[in-house]
């Protein structure tokens, strides 16, 4: 199956759910209402789903909609517009680019690197890997399996470590190495443990302070199966250390797909990839009319 096709199955559910309620309806409350409902279980968010239905309402009496697939493609506008984007950069000016990934535990940060490692290395990017989840035992042999299976550097101290110590030591490193980007791997941690968020806030300051224009990304890896707790867990990250990007894993599960919606429409952060399954390549670059597409495609 290519990317986009285990996207679609994934995002199946979704996609029939709405179909059954779309076809063959009259456009009147009853339908609005079940949409709404269906938007909901899709996982938008209630404020996301009556402000969607509000604006759908207005588009359908506007253009005096009275079929089904003028319908869907009206959805499929507003659900786009609502998806921000913005692509990785692919040149990295000021060296090393310095990629930070955080997120609560077994979401796929790690294995997302290894895929943006990949990607970066296929680009022929020197990349280098800085193991700063110190934190869980066996985080550090993960990340060094990546970077042999990538061709990348790797920087790691001893499990237990103080984490803005390796990052220090790995942006060292990349400097002395000429890396073109260094990716930062962190500990799992719940949103709500203080301690842990000061660690990562932690590893900011010491990364700026050692160089002002890092870190250039901080990456926030959200399991997409996590639902609307999602939305309150990125809240409290980016009011932590200021997020540039989202990465929306497991998206080949049983995700219902819509929490890109409401993540990226909460918090103003765009999706930067989307991670589809487990293998090396099973990343893409996030596209809204894709996603739209995958999510409601073909269901009239
Ligand atoms: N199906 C699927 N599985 C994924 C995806 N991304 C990661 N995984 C799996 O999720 C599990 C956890 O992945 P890790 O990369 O170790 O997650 P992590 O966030 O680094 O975990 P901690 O470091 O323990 O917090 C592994 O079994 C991965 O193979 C994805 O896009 N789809
Ligand atoms: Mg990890």
Redesign the pocket.
């Known amino acids: 199956m290519d990317i986009f096709s285990r996207l679609k199955s994934g995002l199946s559910k979704t996609r029939l759910q709405i179909s059954s309620i779309i076809k063959g309806a009259e456009f009147d409350d009853t339908f609005f209402d079940s949409l709404e409902e269906a938007l909901i279980a899709a996982d938008l968010g209630l404020d996301l789903s009556v402000d969607v239905i509000d604006r759908l309402r207005e588009d359908i009496s506007q253009k005096g909609i009275t079929e089904a697939a003028d319908a869907i493609e009206s959805l499929k506008e507003i659900l786009v517009s609502d998806l921000h984007a913005e692509k990785v950069p692919e040149e990295f000016p000021p060296k090393p680019w310095v990629i930070l990934i955080v997120g609560v535990n077994?979401v796929g940060?790690?294995?997302t690197i290894g895929k943006i490692s990949n990607e970066l290395r296929n680009n022929g990017k020197k990349v280098i890997l800085g193991a700063a989840?110190t934190f869980?035992a066996g985080?550090i042999e993960?990340?060094r399996i990546w970077a042999q299976r990538t061709g990348c550097d790797f920087v790691s101290q001893h499990e237990r470590a103080d984490a803005a110590s390796v990052s220090f030591d790995s942006i060292e490193a990349a400097k002395s190495r000429s890396s073109d980007v260094l990716i930062l791997?962190t500990?799992?941690r719940l949103h709500n443990k203080v301690n842990l968020m000061k660690e990562l806030e932690k590893i900011v300051r010491v990364i700026k302070k050692n160089t002002p224009h890092a870190p250039n990304e901080i990456l926030l890896v959200v399991d997409a199966t996590t639902g609307q707790n999602a939305i309150k867990q990125a809240q409290v990250f980016n009011d932590i250390v200021p997020l540039t990007g989202l990465v929306i894993t497991k998206l080949d599960g049983t995700a219902k797909g819509g929490v890109a919606l409401a993540l990226t429409k909460k918090l103003g952060v765009p999706i930067r990839k989307i991670g589809v399954g487990e293998g090396i390549d099973d990343l893409q670059d996030f596209d809204p009319h894709a996603y739209v597409e995958a999510m409601l495609g073909d269901i009239v």
């Open positions: 077994g940060k790690t294995t989840d869980r985080a993960q990340l791997d500990a799992g």
